[in-house]
């Protein structure tokens, strides 16, 4: 089948692979880049070279802080989305839950309703009903914008398991929470472990909402590079970036192994 | 070991009907094959069985005990499922284990013991580590086989068991079967499609069509006494030619009769199975005859299909090679048959 496609097409295939991917790329590379500055300015490409920046923002009490808390919210939303999205979308895969397509698009919603909205409608309410935000209302926010992603990754992989295998437990005496535990949730793992990831990576990376439900003395991180780059912008914003980009690569790379790319890739 | 006693069965999905009011008894240790084409409510039956499917009338009792409405964990069976339905996150001995450790049977030691004679038993000794993804599919389907078996329950369903390996795994497999059935004597429902299957494996044939039973009996009553036309077609594809029998003579066409003794009057059908045939140049006494003219010739291996037109009916027949060897597409011939082949419906 060697001249099913003809070499145009795939000259064309290769130029378009090498587009998208220089302007995905290209925009991290001037940040990786422009952290090793050695000048007290953010500007590209930069005329001398060094670590100062990374060793500023690890000395950095703003900077530590704002990592912290938004460590500790990305867990806790990680947490809490896969808590939530996970039972629904064995739920939507395996049952026939009155309405399922509708629960599906409920949960699926946030990722086409524009974030400013969500925003916007999050702060009115807790400001109305809970005396203004809090920790746990970015919790909320954050676990609203994050459920698409579980959702999708666990219902995904649940669609592709053998339903026979759950039928088979019946038959051999296991109850149903038990074969939830020794057969569900494990042939659902991939899409657990891919949900878990995009889940923490959102909620680390996020700053529309937690532009509107921050709270007096609490900034997330994105938060402090974005503030930063309106204020003082100098290279601590491309360090401070660079360091989020390894931390999603590890991410990546403990997904990789764990339950493997191509598992959840589908 | 039980018997299974089924009792006006129905099952209903939506406005179709899957299975219509099906009667049975499958006696204790008897190895019994629902055989039928796609969509005959076999497989719903063996679901109902398992309790797997709800049924919308009819009771079901194994052993002597009512389970209609008993969830499929509570009744004790030993299932295999078409896909096999292994664990894929577990290796072989994990997956043995697992109707052991959820009925609670025995102990850890026990448990692993009783996964080492399963694995012997089905001659996979050194797989146990393996997981199912690293197993040929006749292996795989070996470890399903043992996994329904090892619980020791008292009847064992099979979903199509054989019907994803290859032709020669496969009669290598019902002869597995055969002795395994043999050995433990275990009351086996078998569901297939596979008229070859069905007649191998089993002691009773229950022939299905449209949610209904067509026809009960053993391999051999069933194949040569078909007691319906679809009986006669699904089983081996019989001829079956529409006559016309007025006073013990069946006429096929035209001046092309036979006799047919014991028949009464009106329009029937003659079935004659294609083995059954044979073609000779000259007609002989000892068997009936009508004269018939050869349409086709097609090489076989062992055996030839020929294709005759008798009158204005087209007849299949195999013949053993050397048998047919001479004859040609356009020759006139005398197709022959013993007295007792001919079945009248």
Redesign the interface.
């Known amino acids: 089948m060697a001249g099913g496609i003809s070499l145009a097409a795939r000259l064309l295939a290769v130029l378009l692979i090498l587009v998208v991917s220089v302007f995905m790329l290209a925009p991290l590379a001037v940040v990786i880049v422009s952290s090793f500055s050695a000048s007290e300015f953010l500007i590209f490409p930069p005329r001398g070279w060094s670590l100062r920046w990374y060793a500023e923002i690890l000395a950095s009490r703003a900077y530590l802080d704002a990592a912290w808390f938004s460590l500790q919210l990305a867990v806790v939303v990680t947490i809490l989305a896969l808590a939530i999205g996970t039972p629904a979308a064995i739920a939507i895969t395996r049952h026939a839950v009155p309405g399922a397509e509708i629960i599906s698009g409920l949960f699926l919603s946030p990722l086409v309703i524009p974030t400013i909205l969500l925003g916007t409608g999050l702060l009115m309410m807790f400001s109305r009903y809970a005396g203004g935000s809090s920790f746990w209302a970015l919790v909320a926010g954050h676990v609203i914008v994050t459920l698409p992603y579980v959702v999708r990754t666990v219902a995904a992989v649940l669609a592709r398991a053998?339903r026979?295998?759950e039928?088979?437990?019946?038959?051999?005496?296991?109850?149903w929470w038990?074969r939830y535990w020794?057969?569900v949730l494990?042939?659902a793992?991939p899409g657990i472990a891919a949900g878990a990831f995009f889940a923490f990576n959102v909620s680390f990376d996020e700053a529309v909402i937690a532009l509107f439900l921050r709270t007096p003395g609490v900034e997330t991180l994105p938060l402090l590079i974005y503030s930063k780059l309106e204020f003082s912008p100098d290279p601590s914003v491309a360090a401070a970036a660079t360091l989020m980009i390894l931390l999603t690569i590890v991410l990546m790379v403990a997904l990789d192994r764990s339950v493997g790319l191509d598992r959840v890739a589908a | 070991m039980a018997d299974v006693v089924v009792d006006g069965l129905s099952k209903r999905f939506g406005a179709t009907s899957a299975l219509d009011a099906v009667s049975l008894s499958i006696s204790d240790g008897s190895f019994v094959a629902l055989l039928g084409p796609s969509g005959c409510g076999k497989t719903t039956f063996l679901r109902l069985l398992a309790g797997l499917e709800t049924p919308s009338a009819g009771r079901i009792r194994i052993g002597g005990i009512d389970v209609t409405g008993l969830a499929p964990e509570r009744r004790g069976l030993g299932m295999m499922f078409q896909s096999y339905a292994l664990f894929p996150h577990m290796t072989v001995a994990e997956n043995l284990r697992f109707p052991l450790r959820m009925r609670r049977v025995g102990s850890r030691e026990e448990q692993a013991s009783r996964v080492g004679e399963a694995l012997r038993l089905v001659r996979l000794d050194e797989l146990g580590a393996r997981f199912p993804r690293e197993l040929s599919g006749g292996q795989q389907q070996r470890v399903a086989l043992a996994r329904a078996l090892i619980a020791d329950p008292p009847v064992l369903l099979l979903d199509e068991p054989l019907s994803n390996l290859d032709a020669q795994l496969r009669k290598d497999m019902q002869v597995e079967l055969i002795e395994l059935h043999r050995k433990i004597g275990l009351t086996t429902v078998l569901v297939t499609h596979d008229q070859d299957e069905a007649l191998s494996l089993a002691d009773v044939v229950v022939l299905m069509r449209a949610g209904r039973i067509e026809q009960i009996g053993s391999p051999r009553d069933i194949y040569r006494r078909p007691a319906t036309i679809f009986a006669a077609r699904f089983l081996g594809g019989a001829n079956v030619i529409p006559v016309q029998i007025a006073r013990g003579v069946a006429t096929l066409a035209p001046g092309i009769t036979v006799p047919a003794p014991s028949a009464p009057d009106g329009a029937h059908h003659l079935v004659l199975r294609q083995e059954d045939l044979r073609l000779r140049a000259a007609r002989s006494d000892q068997d009936l005859a009508v004269p018939a003219a050869i349409v086709a010739v097609a090489f076989h291996g062992a055996s030839l299909r020929v294709v005759v037109q008798v009158g204005d009916q087209r007849v299949a027949l195999q013949v053993s090679a050397d048998d047919a060897a001479t004859w040609r597409a356009g020759d006139l011939a005398q197709l022959c048959w013993r007295r007792e082949a001919a079945v009248f419906l």
């Open positions: 053998d026979a295998a039928e088979a437990a019946r038959v051999m005496g296991a109850p038990r020794h057969v494990p042939q793992r």
